[in-house]
Each structure stands twice: as C-alpha cells, then as structure tokens.
T-cell receptor
Framework: GAVVSQHPSWVICKSGTSVKIECRSL??????MFWYRQFPKQSLMLMAT?????????EQGVEKDKFLINHASLTLSTLTVTSAHPEDSSFYIC????????????FGPGTRLTVT | ELKVEQNPLFLSMQEGKNYTIYCNYS?????LYWYRQDPGKSLESLFV?????AVKQEGRLMASLDTKARLSTLHITAAVHDLSATYFC???????????FGTGTRLKVLA
C-alpha cells in the first residue's frame, strides 16, 4: 500500500514553455501533498505544501506565479512550471500524507525536468 | 528556522566495517525519518522514529533518536557494497508536518 506515482518520469522542454507534473496517491487519500526540488548532489528542498481544495502554501523564496500548484482532488496534485528556464532543470519529487496516518509522507518516484 | 545537519557528508568505508552517521537538528521535534536514495532515484523509506529513545533495526542498519539532544544516529554494521547510496534524515518541523531534510551522507562501500 501507500503508493505515490508521478507523471511524467522525465521531460525535456524548451525555454519559455510550461510543463505540468502530476502527483497521484494510488491507494489512499491525501488532503496534503508536498513538492520538493532536488539539484544534483544536493538535498531535497521543500517548495510548497499542496492542500486539497485550497491554495498552496509556498516556502520562502519560491515564486508562486512560476510554480503553479493545483490540488483538485484527494488523490491528485499538479505542479506546473511556467515559462521554464534552464535554471529550472531539476529533479522534482512529490510526497503525499496519508489522511488517516498523518505521521508519515510517501514519496513519488520523481520527475526529471530538463529545460533546453 | 529549523536546520538539519548530517555528518559526515561523504563516507568511504571498507566492507565489513561499522560506522555511524549523525543527524543533528536545531529545534524541537519528536519525529525523525531516515531515507535512502540511489542515483537517479527517489527516496526509499528506511526508518520512522516517533519518540525519544526510539530504536529501530533492519538488517545491517539501526537508527535511534534522542529528542533531548536533538540527535539521531544511523549505525551501519558490517557494511556491504549494496549499502552504497546517499542517506538522508528528515525532521518534521514540529506541528507543521513539513519535512526538513538533512544535507545527506553519500556512502560508498568498497569491496
């Protein structure tokens, strides 16, 4: 149980375009999901907390107009990187908190974004 | 602001040896997590530590938590090559359910 999927697993896009990444909890409901970014050989940095049915909460320094988050259902959150630039190239990982067991987050397999 | 530091950042060790990775955090938290990450992959959950004095073991890995000292350890016993990976601790920023990750420890076990 407690499986989180992400789609796509990797994506290449051109500068100036937008990319949408999906995060799904497959066998549990998640009122809260989290989005992280990881640059090569670095740790995970929390970008934002995604709350079902309400606005996401962004961490300091993360541009909310650039990284659009939508959490429209209890099993799906999306992250859209708008007007992508090469510096947005990174590994994006989502996690989902089981609504019934809130002490643990379950991590997705990650999405590798390359902006050319 | 909650800060989580790990040491060492890099660790190269011989097979069969023992070693400990340390995770220090700066503010109160009762929840600490250990993860393993292989290159190009996401996180694999290793341990969930939810109270002071918690100790958990799985195979050659053992984790403990001392909330008073704000310290967790990940002990490796008789290392094998398959344990080569990056290990992260993460602390639940108390009351927020947000995870703050440590700097990571890149472990390389030499055959």
């Amino acid at each position: 149980g407690a499986v989180v999927s992400q789609h796509p697993s990797w994506v290449i896009c051109k500068s100036g375009t937008s990319v949408k990444i999906e995060c799904r909890s497959l066998d549990f409901q998640a009122t809260t999901m989290f989005w992280y970014r990881q640059f090569p050989k670095q740790s995970l940095m929390l970008m934002a907390t995604s709350n079902e049915g309400s606005k996401a909460t962004y961490e300091q320094g993360v541009e909310k107009d650039k990284f659009l988050i939508n959490h429209a259902s209890l099993t799906l959150s999306t992250l859209t990187v708008t007007s992508a630039h090469p510096e947005d190239s990174s590994f994006y990982i989502c996690s989902a908190e089981d609504s019934l067991n809130s002490y643990e987050q379950y991590f997705g397999p990650g999405t590798r974004l390359t902006v050319t | 602001e909650l800060k989580v530091e790990q040491n060492p950042l890099f660790l190269s060790m011989q097979e069969g040896k023992n070693y400990t990775i340390y995770c220090n955090y700066s503010t109160t938290s009762d929840r600490l997590y250990w993860y393993r990450q292989d290159p190009g992959k996401s996180l694999e959950s290793l341990f969930v530590l939810l109270s002071n004095g918690a100790v958990k073991q799985e195979g050659r890995l053992m984790a403990s938590l001392d909330t008073k000292a704000r310290l967790s350890t990940l002990h490796i016993t008789a290392a094998v090559h398959d344990l080569s990976a990056t290990y992260f601790c993460a602390v639940d920023a108390s009351g927020t359910y947000k995870y703050i990750f440590g700097t990571g420890t890149r472990l390389k076990v030499l055959a």
